[in-house]
């Protein structure tokens, strides 16, 4: 078949200069999505119109490219009795759907009926959506259908998707608002879940199931749905004041992401063609851009996930504001003061890198919020000691993490290629759904009895993790991908060892640890330094005759401990050690 002269004549869509179809209408929009869910490559396409006819024989197949909707719309009208119906069935190796409105009628017999897509394979993004769809089911049991996608097999990253859309049938169940299933890893953020879900509640969700594998951040939810209720509720009167909008934006006005036209749409779109939503001073919501105030929302400070200080009599708490359980597990370890830290440091008799009979255990299995605040990006403190004789042994050991199958945490690493017995960050991020290690080591092999302060950084904006020691960057390693937890029963962190199971744990740690401490977020560099000059015994950098009031860096006692106020003695103020006379 001679392609170009049918192009010529315009029964075949146009392509770009980077080889993009230029869709424009039906007959170009069937082509591409019979060559685009057949080709087992990308093959990208970009939408320069509505389209207003779209049915279960123009589904496509297997998808790996890029589908720009630009802002457009498509109107669907499919009837299928089989696994899927949607616009997609598998999306792969990367594939992303964006900036589209899908409405019309899907009908399914069978499970898997959605807007985007049916199922994602490997990698998969889907953002910008907004989805109007009615699903008309008639599945009687196990359906997982949903508002944007009904199934995340890989790594499946959902953002920036409205479902305002109606789903009906009486026998099927096991049904979400944004996300049907998930047996990969998934991250829903900035999303808006207002639609008609007038199916059985049976197994379903209001924004996803299975929420241990699930991260949903920023989103939001006007009528709760379903067994499993994530994101936060939200009212009518919140998404058409406009509030809503503003809060998906994170109060971002120079590059919004939602819109919406005050007085005219009930509810914010993904869609620049609608207007941008600020904050007047007096707290309303307005258009009108020379009213807005700046108050960008997520930008400072997050503080701690956890804070552990250990007590003279053993025990320890968390000085967070989480206010964890710090339980001590096993008869071997014990407390002592230093006066070099100022101080009391936990010590560890457990057997090298063994089964440990001693350590402390903090426990998060199922704390959603702090789950997603880890999966969000995290960073890590530790200041420990190794206790050994001779040569350091070749097993891994680990003063503080969460890793078992995934997680996160600290350790001394065993020789593998360039790595050494050195001291490492290791974050599992995965690209794929499967276990991913970053090994972000330091190049640091720990002496005997010297403490070391270690942290560890995974920004998951920059797809990166740092690893620090005594306030200097010792490594940058690319970490692109979402955060992979370890295994059930294991997410809990453990000072002094490694979790191995819900009440045991390995890899145990022999010597001293004197801080722990999670941050729900990556810290600067700047900070790093910081936090390292907090524990630093050496020297005073600035003396001060009057007392000091809270600054906003913050004033910690040389324990550790934040306060509000410096009167006598040395403090950390303004991340410099100082006398306070």
Same mark, same amino acid.
């Given at each position: 078949?001679?392609?170009?002269?049918?192009?010529?004549?315009?029964?075949?869509?146009?392509? !770009?200069?980077?080889?993009?179809?230029?869709?424009?209408?039906?007959?170009?929009?069937?082509?591409?999505?019979?060559?685009?869910? =057949?080709? *087992?490559?990308?093959?990208?396409?970009?939408?320069?119109?509505?389209?207003?006819?779209?049915?279960?024989?123009?589904?496509?197949?297997?998808? @790996?490219?890029?589908?720009?909707?630009?802002?457009?719309?498509?109107?669907?009208?499919?009837?299928?009795?089989?696994?899927?119906?949607?616009?997609?069935?598998?999306?792969?190796?990367?594939? &992303?759907?964006?900036?589209?409105?899908?409405?019309?009628?899907?009908? #399914?017999?069978?499970?898997?009926?959605?807007?985007?897509?049916?199922?994602?394979?490997?990698?998969?993004?889907?953002?910008?959506?907004?989805?109007?769809?009615?699903?008309?089911?008639?599945?009687?049991?196990?359906? &997982?259908?949903?508002?944007?996608?009904?199934?995340? =097999?890989?790594?499946?990253?959902?953002?920036?998707?409205?479902?305002?859309?109606?789903?009906?049938?009486? %026998?099927?169940?096991?049904?979400?608002?944004? +996300? %049907?299933?998930?047996?990969?890893?998934?991250?829903?953020?900035?999303?808006?879940?207002?639609?008609?879900?007038?199916?059985?509640?049976?197994?379903?969700?209001?924004?996803?199931?299975?929420?241990?594998? +699930?991260?949903?951040?920023?989103?939001?939810?006007?009528?709760?749905?379903?067994?499993?209720?994530?994101?936060?509720?939200?009212?009518?009167?919140?998404?058409? /004041?406009?509030?809503?909008?503003?809060?998906?934006?994170?109060?971002?006005?120079?590059?919004?992401?939602?819109?919406?036209?005050?007085?005219?749409?009930?509810?914010?779109?993904?869609?620049?063609?609608?207007?941008?939503? %600020?904050?007047?001073?007096?707290?309303?919501?307005? #258009?009108?851009?020379?009213?807005?105030?700046?108050?960008?929302?997520?930008?400072?400070?997050?503080?701690?996930?956890?804070?552990?200080?250990? #007590?003279?009599?053993?025990?320890?708490?968390?000085?967070?504001?989480?206010?964890?359980?710090?339980?001590?597990?096993?008869?071997? &370890?014990?407390?002592? @003061?230093?006066?070099?830290?100022?101080?009391?440091?936990?010590?560890?008799?457990?057997? @090298?890198?063994? $089964?440990?009979?001693?350590?402390?255990?903090?426990?998060?299995?199922?704390?959603?919020?702090?789950?997603?605040?880890?999966?969000?990006?995290?960073?890590?403190?530790?200041?420990?000691?190794?206790?050994?004789?001779?040569?350091?042994?070749?097993?891994? $050991?680990?003063?503080? /993490?969460?890793?078992?199958?995934?997680?996160?945490?600290?350790?001394?690493?065993?020789?593998? %290629?360039?790595?050494?017995?050195?001291?490492?960050?290791?974050?599992?991020?995965?690209?794929?759904?499967?276990?991913?290690?970053?090994?972000?080591? &330091?190049?640091?092999?720990?002496?005997?009895?010297?403490?070391?302060?270690?942290?560890?950084?995974?920004?998951?904006?920059? *797809?990166?993790?740092?690893?620090?020691?005594?306030?200097?960057?010792?490594?940058?390693?690319?970490?692109?991908?979402?955060?992979?937890?370890?295994?059930?029963?294991?997410?809990?962190?453990?000072?002094?060892?490694?979790?191995?199971?819900?009440?045991?744990?390995?890899? /145990?740690?022999? *010597? !001293?640890?004197?801080?722990?401490?999670? @941050?729900?977020?990556?810290?600067?560099?700047?900070?790093?330094?910081?936090?390292?000059?907090?524990?630093?015994?050496?020297?005073?950098?600035?003396?001060?005759?009057?007392?000091?009031?809270?600054?906003?860096?913050?004033?910690?006692?040389?324990?550790?401990?934040?306060?509000?106020?410096?009167?006598?003695?040395?403090?950390?103020?303004?991340?410099?050690?100082?006398?306070?006379?």
């Amino acid at each position: 078949l001679a392609i170009e002269p049918l192009r010529s004549a315009g029964l075949l869509p146009a392509t !770009d200069e980077n080889g993009v179809y230029q869709i424009t209408g039906n007959y170009d929009m069937a082509y591409y999505a019979y060559k685009a869910g =057949r080709a *087992g490559k990308a093959l990208n396409g970009k939408l320069l119109a509505d389209i207003d006819y779209f049915t279960e024989n123009q589904m496509m197949e297997d998808f @790996y490219g890029d589908f720009d909707g630009n802002f457009h719309t498509i109107t669907v009208d499919i009837h299928r009795n089989d696994r899927g119906a949607a616009l997609i069935n598998n999306m792969h190796g990367g594939a &992303s759907v964006r900036n589209l409105t899908v409405k019309g009628d899907v009908y #399914n017999s069978g499970k898997f009926a959605t807007a985007v897509a049916a199922n994602i394979y490997d990698v998969g993004t889907i953002s910008g959506i907004t989805s109007l769809i009615h699903v008309y089911s008639t599945t009687d049991g196990d359906a &997982s259908h949903a508002g944007i996608l009904s199934c995340s =097999r890989g790594t499946a990253i959902v953002k920036d998707c409205v479902f305002a859309g109606i789903m009906e049938g009486e %026998g099927a169940i096991n049904n979400s608002g944004i +996300v %049907g299933w998930t047996n990969g890893i998934t991250k829903i953020e900035n999303c808006l879940q207002i639609g008609d879900i007038r199916l059985s509640p049976e197994g379903g969700a209001t924004i996803a199931r299975v929420p241990s594998l +699930v991260t949903v951040l920023n989103t939001y939810y006007r009528t709760p749905f379903g067994e499993i209720i994530t994101g936060e509720q939200i009212t009518d009167e919140q998404l058409v /004041s406009g509030e809503v909008c503003y809060l998906l934006n994170k109060g971002n006005t120079e590059n919004p992401t939602w819109f919406q036209t005050l007085g005219e749409d009930p509810y914010p779109v993904p869609n620049p063609s609608h207007a941008v939503v %600020g904050k007047k001073a007096d707290g309303t919501y307005t #258009n009108d851009a020379s009213q807005f105030v700046d108050d960008i929302q997520g930008g400072g400070d997050k503080g701690l996930l956890l804070d552990v200080v250990f #007590n003279e009599d053993g025990t320890a708490e968390d000085l967070s504001p989480q206010k964890k359980d710090v339980v001590l597990c096993g008869e071997t &370890s014990s407390v002592y @003061y230093s006066d070099e830290y100022k101080r009391y440091v936990a010590h560890f008799e457990n057997p @090298y890198s063994g $089964t440990a009979t001693g350590y402390y255990h903090v426990d998060f299995e199922n704390d959603q919020e702090y789950r997603n605040a880890l999966a969000d990006g995290h960073s890590m403190e530790v200041l420990c000691m190794l206790i050994y004789d001779g040569t350091i042994p070749n097993t891994e $050991t680990k003063p503080f /993490s969460a890793m078992q199958g995934g997680g996160t945490g600290f350790l001394v690493t065993t020789i593998s %290629g360039a790595r050494q017995n050195e001291l490492c960050f290791l974050p599992n991020v995965t690209t794929t759904g499967s276990s991913t290690w970053r090994w972000t080591t &330091s190049g640091v092999v720990p002496e005997p009895n010297v403490f070391y302060h270690v942290v560890g950084v995974w920004d998951s904006d920059k *797809g990166k993790s740092y690893i620090y020691v005594n306030g200097e960057l010792k490594k940058e390693l690319d970490a692109p991908g979402l955060f992979k937890f370890a295994s059930a029963g294991c997410n809990w962190f453990a000072i002094g060892a490694d979790p191995a199971s819900t009440s045991t744990a390995h890899g /145990s740690w022999q *010597g !001293d640890v004197a801080v722990a401490r999670v @941050y729900d977020k990556p810290l600067t560099e700047e900070e790093v330094i910081a936090l390292w000059k907090n524990v630093d015994p050496t020297g005073v950098e600035q003396i001060t005759d009057e007392p000091v009031n809270r600054l906003p860096f913050g004033i910690y006692k040389l324990n550790g401990m934040r306060v509000d106020k410096a009167e006598k003695g040395v403090y950390i103020i303004d991340g410099k050690k100082t006398l306070v006379k």
